[in-house]
């Protein structure tokens, strides 16, 4: 049996969690998931103090990535693109998932798609123990043969092109939270009722060249992720909501086996 699996755990990300790709097949009539969010104004980063309280909060991020042992949380997120296993298709594919991800440095991952439109990868599941080699196992019969793949495989990469091992926690880390990386506040508001700073990342490469805005939403007294949004020609690509989050997480001696 041959199946195209691009197992969606949307972008579990920033200097949290990891995501890998979306379903090979576009479900029909895709919805973007109802997310608790007021999104900052563009114009936000001008306002007095902004650069200096962005700093302070990316210090601040960087510490709890350090400190902590690894994350556990849910989510939903939607992606649009036109990228098909890696191969760029002329359609405009978009998928909307709500999963969980548990996360123990340094690239133990293990994620569950909890809720999708498409039927084939709902209840899906994957393991790392490395960050270099993924174990993907689909719901039901698909379960009977899972796959293992490297981690830059296109058949994990996202309908945007995103590989899984650029998602990964270390990698997005080392992206957004380097030394490189500066952090602007663009506003604030709420995200699955938790207050939330707003900020913009710049200085950093996109996930792909098409991006032309990062905005992340931060719980500031965690200090947590709760969510990002990325832009291309002004439109919202990628948008993810952490409904449910926490640091060091409690895993199973189990946890990481399919």
């Known amino acids: 049996m041959r199946y195209n699996m691009r197992m969606g755990l949307g972008l579990m990300a920033l200097v949290l969690l990891a995501a890998c790709g979306q379903a090979g097949l576009t479900p029909e009539r895709p919805k973007r998931p109802t997310v608790q969010a007021t999104l900052a104004p563009p114009a936000g980063p001008g306002a007095p103090g902004a650069e200096g309280e962005g700093a302070a909060l990316l210090q601040r991020m960087r510490e709890a990535f350090e400190a902590c042992s690894g994350a556990e949380a849910e989510g939903k997120a939607y992606s649009e693109g036109h990228f098909k296993a890696g191969a760029q298709v002329t359609e405009l594919r978009r998928s909307t998932y709500r999963t969980k991800m548990i996360w123990v440095k340094p690239r133990k991952i293990r994620g569950e798609i909890l809720e999708t439109d498409n039927f084939l990868v709902g209840g899906a599941k994957m393991v ?85 805005r990062e905005l992340v939403a931060v719980d500031p007294n965690a200090p947590a992720l709760r969510g990002v949004t990325m832009w291309a020609k002004g439109k919202k690509v990628v948008e993810v909501t952490f409904t449910k989050f926490r640091w060091n997480p409690k895993a199973n001696a189990d946890a990481f086996e399919l």
């Open 128 to 212: 790392t123990l490395d960050g270099k080699k993924v174990r993907v196992k689909g719901a039901g019969v698909l379960g009977l043969l899972p796959l293992t793949l490297d981690a830059g495989a296109d058949l994990l990469s996202s309908n945007r092109r995103h590989k899984f091992n650029e998602q990964t926690p270390d990698a997005i880390s080392e992206r957004l939270l380097g030394t490189h990386a500066r952090w602007t506040v663009a506003g604030r508001g709420t995200v699955a009722g938790t207050a939330v700073v707003y900020v913009e990342v710049v200085g950093v490469p996109r996930l792909d060249k098409e991006i032309e």
